[in-house]
């Protein structure tokens, strides 16, 4: 494997913020799950969510793009903003949110389908009919999600039949098939091989050049390798938010440092 | 002690071993004796004539034995049940599934399943004495006794069939196609259409098929509201008699045992047992074909 190690601090600095939780704080019904985390992130950079399980790293991940709503208890206060709007407040119609922020899941959740007709889903969707600019995007994504090459002979075959490593590349393609410049990723690679777990961290460091990406992850050798900058969550609150280097080095907080020393050091 | 267990654990065995002998034997007893009565009955009678004679008249003196107007009739009503089951059954199973509260539906499936838990001879008068002279405000010229009525009725009797294991089948769907869906911005409509009913097409055929079964050997309804005349035709608004509603006929005359007209109620249900078993088949092959694997 390749050690990717960041190198952002004089980009970071000139970089606009791209995605901000103002205050948020989240309940499931009795259980307060979030508690007033407030969180800038810089544009076309990739953050890492830390933190043990059940701390609050998906919630707040699927926060910023509404997948929490229809959850039974589900109550939020405080602001989401994507470049600078509130996509809570404004209403924005949820299709158009999630054209703009794309998200990968924990388990590969290829739908039942052609390879063709999952990166096409997005756009099908959308009302595209049009089969030349159908192809060139299945094409595009595919590449993008460095899959192309391993599927381009048989794309009509069923999505179900590539390994677990390809299905969560073929999943990237479809997310990147609309375009997100947003990405979130929910322990991508958790279910993964090294090897598609390697493929999969060359692909968002691929990827950051074009996208704003959240990744969260259990493994925090890979939250190094992969992340610009790391939030520790812990019981639902914001301990510490930096630079990777520095919260791997020299946290500030000690949770953290008992946190990042128990498990990595 | 030891030996005990094993003594237990081999009786217990053999208990299972003839509770699964009963429900084989009785199954091959039936085939044997429907299909010994049919041999009998194909001495007298060709087989090119059973499947292409267009009368079935053996209880007249002018005898015919085309089984055809049997099967149309069977095969209208049961088309007739399945238009009304097939999406009004689909619609409360995708219903059910992605929009009503976890309390509704708690309260509506049990109610649905009363549908089929209602005596079907009820159904039939009903048919016969609300839903007829409903249909005849609608279509003056409609007869008394039409395969239209029955079969719309026959239709709300197998729609817990169609939608109880439709809803089996959606909700078998994983949550993580669901989540796949919105997380592209799909709606929920866009969800149900694209990916869910896809998904669980090879559970809702085999509702439907279980359902077009159920149908194919109701008797009761159609006996009470089709009629009793065989009918070679395909128009919902005629008198027509199914296969079950003729073996119910003759079942309850006083045929001589062993004569012609007796053996014609074996030859019948062994045409609705091949049909049944074509069904099965198709079912089988469907699921074998399209059936689609999650963990
Ligand atoms: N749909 C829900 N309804 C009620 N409570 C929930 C729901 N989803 C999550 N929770 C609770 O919210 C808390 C945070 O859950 P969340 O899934 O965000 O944690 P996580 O940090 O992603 O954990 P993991 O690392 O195990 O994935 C947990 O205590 C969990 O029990
Ligand atoms: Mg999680």
């Given at each position: 494997?390749?050690?990717?190690?960041?190198?952002?601090?004089?980009?970071?600095?000139?970089?606009?913020?791209?995605?901000?939780a103002?205050?948020?704080?989240?309940?499931?019904g009795?259980?307060?799950?979030?508690k007033?985390?407030?969180?800038?992130?810089p544009?076309k950079?990739?953050?890492?969510?830390i933190?043990?399980s059940g701390?609050?790293?998906?919630?707040?991940?699927?926060?910023f793009?509404?997948?929490?709503?229809?959850?039974e208890?589900?109550?939020?206060?405080?602001?989401?903003?994507?470049?600078g709007?509130?996509?809570y407040?404004?209403?924005?119609?949820?299709?158009?949110?999630r054209?703009?922020?794309?998200?990968v899941f924990?388990k590969?959740?290829p739908?039942p389908?052609?390879?063709?007709?999952?990166v096409?889903?997005?756009?099908?969707?959308?009302?595209?009919?049009?089969?030349?600019r159908l192809?060139?995007?299945?094409?595009?994504?595919?590449?993008?999600?460095?899959?192309?090459d391993?599927?381009?002979?048989?794309?009509?075959?069923?999505?179900?039949?590539?390994s677990?490593?390809?299905?969560?590349?073929?999943?990237l393609?479809?997310?990147?098939?609309?375009?997100?410049s947003?990405l979130?990723?929910?322990e991508?690679?958790?279910?993964?091989?090294?090897i598609?777990?390697a493929?999969?961290?060359?692909?968002v460091?691929?990827?950051?050049?074009?996208?704003?990406?959240?990744?969260?992850?259990?493994?925090?050798?890979?939250?190094r390798r992969?992340?610009?900058?790391?939030?520790?969550?812990y019981?639902?609150?914001?301990?510490?938010?930096?630079?990777t280097?520095?919260?791997?080095?020299q946290?500030?907080e000690?949770?953290t440092a008992?946190?990042?020393?128990?498990r990595?050091g | 002690m030891?030996?005990?267990t094993?003594?237990?654990?081999?009786?217990?065995?053999?208990i299972?071993?003839?509770?699964?002998?009963?429900?084989?034997?009785?199954?091959?007893g039936?085939?044997?004796?429907?299909?010994?009565?049919?041999?009998?009955?194909?001495q007298t009678?060709?087989?090119?004539?059973?499947?292409?004679?267009?009368?079935?008249?053996?209880?007249?003196t002018?005898?015919?034995?085309?089984i055809?107007?049997?099967v149309s009739?069977?095969?209208l009503?049961?088309f007739?049940?399945?238009?009304?089951?097939l999406?009004v059954?689909?619609?409360?199973?995708?219903y059910?599934?992605?929009?009503?509260?976890?309390?509704?539906?708690k309260?509506?499936k049990?109610?649905l399943?009363?549908?089929?838990?209602?005596p079907?001879?009820?159904?039939?008068?009903?048919?016969?004495?609300?839903?007829?002279?409903f249909?005849q405000?609608?279509?003056?010229?409609?007869?008394g006794?039409?395969a239209?009525?029955?079969?719309?009725i026959?239709?709300?009797?197998?729609?817990p069939?169609v939608s109880s294991?439709s809803e089996?089948?959606?909700f078998?769907?994983?949550?993580?196609?669901?989540?796949?869906?919105?997380?592209?911005?799909?709606?929920?409509?866009?969800?149900?259409?694209?990916v869910?009913?896809?998904a669980a097409s090879?559970?809702?055929v085999?509702?439907?098929?279980?359902?077009?079964?159920?149908?194919?050997?109701?008797?009761?309804?159609?006996?009470?509201?089709?009629?009793?005349?065989?009918?070679?035709?395909?128009?919902?608004?005629?008198?027509?008699?199914?296969i079950t509603?003729?073996?119910?006929?003759v079942?309850?005359?006083?045929?001589?045992h062993?004569?012609?007209e007796?053996?014609?109620?074996?030859?019948?249900?062994?045409?609705?047992?091949?049909?049944t078993?074509?069904?099965?088949?198709?079912s089988?092959?469907?699921?074998?074909?399209?059936?689609?694997?999650?963990?």
């Amino acid at each position: 494997m390749t050690q990717i190690h960041s190198d952002t601090s004089q980009k970071e600095a000139q970089s606009k913020v791209k995605l901000s939780a103002r205050n948020i704080f989240v309940d499931y019904g009795a259980e307060h799950v979030l508690k007033d985390v407030s969180i800038d992130i810089p544009e076309k950079t990739v953050t890492a969510l830390i933190g043990p399980s059940g701390c609050g790293k998906s919630t707040f991940l699927r926060l910023f793009n509404r997948m929490n709503d229809h959850l039974e208890g589900f109550q939020r206060k405080g602001e989401i903003l994507i470049d600078g709007e509130d996509i809570y407040h404004d209403q924005k119609h949820l299709e158009e949110l999630r054209e703009t922020v794309g998200m990968v899941f924990q388990k590969p959740n290829p739908f039942p389908k052609s390879i063709y007709e999952n990166v096409a889903y997005g756009l099908r969707i959308r009302g595209v009919k049009d089969k030349k600019r159908l192809d060139q995007v299945v094409e595009e994504s595919l590449i993008k999600a460095a899959l192309f090459d391993e599927v381009k002979d048989h794309l009509k075959k069923n999505a179900l039949s590539l390994s677990g490593g390809q299905q969560q590349r073929l999943c990237l393609a479809r997310s990147l098939a609309v375009d997100p410049s947003i990405l979130l990723m929910d322990e991508p690679a958790s279910a993964l091989d090294p090897i598609s777990t390697a493929k999969i961290e060359e692909l968002v460091e691929e990827l950051k050049k074009k996208h704003t990406i959240l990744i969260v992850t259990h493994n925090l050798q890979q939250a190094r390798r992969v992340s610009d900058q790391t939030a520790f969550l812990y019981f639902g609150e914001l301990v510490e938010y930096g630079n990777t280097e520095q919260v791997f080095t020299q946290p500030k907080e000690e949770q953290t440092a008992h946190y990042i020393g128990g498990r990595f050091g | 002690m030891k030996q005990k267990t094993r003594l237990a654990e081999h009786v217990i065995k053999m208990i299972l071993f003839l509770c699964a002998l009963v429900t084989v034997l009785t199954t091959a007893g039936i085939i044997w004796v429907l299909f010994s009565e049919s041999i009998s009955f194909f001495q007298t009678v060709s087989l090119k004539e059973f499947l292409t004679d267009t009368e079935w008249t053996p209880l007249f003196t002018q005898k015919h034995f085309g089984i055809l107007p049997l099967v149309s009739g069977t095969l209208l009503t049961t088309f007739i049940a399945i238009l009304v089951a097939l999406p009004v059954g689909l619609t409360i199973a995708i219903y059910l599934n992605e929009y009503a509260s976890k309390r509704f539906r708690k309260v509506i499936k049990p109610v649905l399943e009363i549908l089929a838990a209602v005596p079907t001879v009820v159904y039939g008068f009903f048919a016969l004495v609300v839903m007829t002279p409903f249909l005849q405000k609608i279509i003056p010229d409609l007869p008394g006794f039409n395969a239209l009525s029955p079969g719309i009725i026959m239709g709300i009797m197998i729609i817990p069939f169609v939608s109880s294991l439709s809803e089996d089948a959606l909700f078998a769907v994983p949550q993580s196609l669901r989540d796949a869906s919105y997380g592209m911005g799909a709606t929920r409509l866009q969800t149900v259409f694209r990916v869910l009913l896809p998904a669980a097409s090879s559970g809702i055929v085999s509702a439907v098929i279980l359902a077009v079964s159920r149908a194919i050997g109701e008797t009761m309804i159609v006996a009470i509201a089709a009629g009793q005349q065989p009918n070679l035709t395909f128009n919902p608004l005629e008198s027509v008699e199914t296969i079950t509603t003729y073996i119910v006929q003759v079942s309850l005359g006083d045929v001589p045992h062993g004569s012609i007209e007796y053996q014609t109620i074996f030859a019948a249900g062994a045409m609705l047992f091949v049909l049944t078993l074509i069904l099965n088949n198709i079912s089988f092959q469907f699921n074998r074909r399209y059936r689609q694997k999650y963990e």
